[in-house]
C-alpha cells in the first residue's frame, strides 16, 4: 500500500522546475494537472540537463496530464544527490522516482526495502525483447527486475583538443597504441608548458583510475576485481596504480575544485591536452560547435584490449512515494522508443533498447553502439555497475587521501583491498 508522506523541506541545492500540465481534467472543467511526478536526478547543468529537458519534452507530450516537478540535485556522478536521496528515502519521503545505475549500486535500495520491483511494468510497457540480455541481467535480482533503463554510457574515453596535441607534436592522426604511449604523450605536453591530462575533484579521480583498471588488466581481470577472482593486493594492480599516480602527476593544480564540465572545457578551451571523462562529453564538445577528427579527438583509453567501459542510467519506483502513477508515467517514456532517442541524442548516449532508429546517429554515437555490441564489458565503478554505494564511497574516500598526498602507493592498494574485502561483503 503506497502512502502519502509528509514532504520535508528542500534544501537550497534541490532546483524544482515544474512543466505545467496542458490537458482537460477528467470533468473537462479545467486544466489542472492531474498527477505529478518528482524525479530525481543530477542532471542539472550542461549537456546532461539538455538531456533531461529533451526528456521532458517526449514526457509532456506522452502525458500531457502529469505534472512534471525537476528534483534535479546538481553535482556529476550523482556525488551530492546520493547523500541527500539517503536521507530522503530514510525520513520516508521518497520522489516518485528516482536516478540510479544498472548493476550492483541497486542492491543497495533493495536490500533497504526502498525500491520496488517492476517486473510487470516492463511487461506492460513490452521491454522484455527491446533490452538486451546482458543489460536485463544488471538489472535484476532473484528474477526481480528494479529499474527501468533509459540509456547506456560508454565511460572509458580520452578526450584531447587537436590544436594542443598538434604544438607539442603529437600526431593525431591515430591514438596511443599503449597505456604506457599515453604516458609519453602526457610527458611531451607537459614538456611543451600545458596541462597534460586535467582531471576534476574525487569522482572523477575515481573514473580515471577505473578506466586504467580496465586498461591495464584487461577486461577478464578487471571484472574479477568484484568477484574476488582478481586480487586487489596484485600485481597487476600495483602497476595500474603506478600508471594512475603518474597521470595523477601530470592534472591541474586546481583539480579538487571542478567538477566534470570544468575538467571537461578545459579541453574544449585548449588549456589542457587531453581529458577522460564519460561518453556525455560529447554533447559538451558538440555544443562549443567543436568537431571530431578535426577540433579534437576522442578514443578509449589504450590498453591490453578494446573494452566497453559500462554504465546504464535507469529510473526506479521507490516504495512509498506519493503519485505512483506519476512515476509509472515517467517510467514509461524514459522507456520509450522516442523517450531513448530524445536523450540520447541529447546527451551522446545510446539506447537501452535495441530497437530505436539509430540512423540519424553522429559518427562518435555510431562508434559507441559498435563498441557496445563487440567489445567485451566492463562495468564501471564511479558510477555504480560494479560496486555498492558502500564500497565506493570506501574507494573514493582512498582515492582522495592518495591524490592528496595524504597516502602513498602501498597504502592506497591497502585501502583499496580493504574496501573490496567490506564491500564484497
Ligand atoms: C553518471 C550518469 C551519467 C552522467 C554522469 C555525469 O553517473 O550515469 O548519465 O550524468 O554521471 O554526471
Known amino acids: 500500500m503506497i502512502q502519502r508522506r509528509p514532504l520535508l523541506a528542500l534544501p537550497a ?6 512543466m505545467a500540465a496542458c490537458g482537460e481534467d477528467s470533468t473537462g472543467s479545467g486544466t489542472a494537472a492531474q ?29 500531457p496530464d502529469v505534472e512534471f516537478v525537476n528534483g534535479a540535485v546538481a553535482g556529476g556522478a550523482g556525488s551530492a544527490a546520493k547523500d541527500l536521496l539517503q536521507s530522503r528515502l530514510r525520513a520516508g519521503d521518497p520522489p516518485e522516482t ?9 542492491n543497495d535500495y533493495i536490500e533497504a526495502g526502498q525500491i520496488q520491483d517492476v517486473s510487470a511494468l516492463l511487461d506492460e510497457f513490452g521491454l522484455r525483447d527491446a533490452i538486451p540480455e546482458r543489460l536485463l541481467a544488471r538489472l535484476s535480482v532473484d528474477q526481480a527486475i528494479y529499474s527501468i533503463p533509459s540509456n547506456i554510457h560508454r565511460s572509458n574515453m580520452v578526450w584531447g583538443s ?15 597504441a599503449s597505456l604506457d604511449e599515453f604516458l609519453e604523450q602526457l610527458q611531451r605536453l607537459q614538456g611543451a608548458g600545458v596541462t597534460p591530462l586535467s582531471v576534476g575533484t574525487t569522482w572523477t579521480q575515481v573514473h580515471l583510475l577505473e578506466a586504467v583498471l580496465m586498461a591495464q588488466l584487461g577486461a577478464d581481470a578487471y571484472n574479477g576485481l568484484f568477484d574476488g577472482a582478481t586480487a586487489w593486493d596484485g600485481a597487476e594492480v600495483t602497476a595500474a596504480l603506478e600508471r594512475f599516480e603518474a597521470m595523477i602527476g601530470h592534472t591541474n593544480p586546481d583539480r579538487d575544485d571542478l567538477d566534470w564540465p570544468g575538467a571537461t572545457q578545459q579541453v574544449i578551451d585548449g588549456a589542457a591536452g587531453y581529458n577522460v571523462m564519460g561518453d556525455w562529453a560529447i554533447a559538451a564538445f558538440e555544443q562549443a560547435q567543436l568537431v571530431l577528427g578535426e577540433d579534437f579527438v576522442a ?14 542510467d535507469s529510473f526506479t519506483l521507490p516504495e512509498g512515494a506519493s503519485h505512483p502513477d506519476g512515476a509509472r508515467a515517467w517510467l514509461e517514456t524514459v522507456s520509450s522508443v522516442d523517450g531513448q532517442l530524445a536523450l540520447s541524442l541529447a546527451k551522446g548516449a545510446i539506447p537501452a533498447r535495441t530497437d530505436v532508429d539509430t540512423a540519424e546517429f553522429s559518427e562518435y554515437m555510431q562508434g559507441a553502439l559498435t563498441s557496445f555490441a563487440q567489445d567485451a564489458i566492463c562495468s564501471s565503478i564511479a558510477h555504480g555497475a560494479a ?5 565506493l564511497t570506501a574507494i573514493s574516500e582512498a582515492t582522495s587521501q592518495f591524490t592528496t598526498g595524504a597516502s602513498d602507493l602501498a597504502g592506497y592498494q591497502s585501502a583499496l583491498a580493504d574496501a573490496a574485502g567490506s564491500g564484497r561483503g
Open 13 to 18: 541545492l534541490i532546483s524544482v522546475g515544474t
Open 35 to 63: 498527477t505529478s511526478v518528482e524525479v530525481f536526478t543530477w542532471w542539472a547543468q550542461g549537456s546532461e540537463k539538455a538531456g533531461l529537458d529533451a526528456l521532458v519534452e517526449v514526457f509532456a507530450t506522452q502525458h
Open 98 to 106: 528516482f536516478q540510479a545505475h544498472a548493476g550492483a549500486e541497486l
Open 162 to 176: 587537436a590544436t594542443v596535441l598538434n604544438d607539442a607534436g603529437i600526431d593525431t592522426s591515430s591514438p596511443p
Open 299 to 312: 578514443f578509449e583509453l589504450p590498453g591490453r584490449e578494446k573494452v566497453f567501459g559500462f554504465l546504464a
Open 387 to 391: 560496486t555498492s554505494v558502500a564500497w
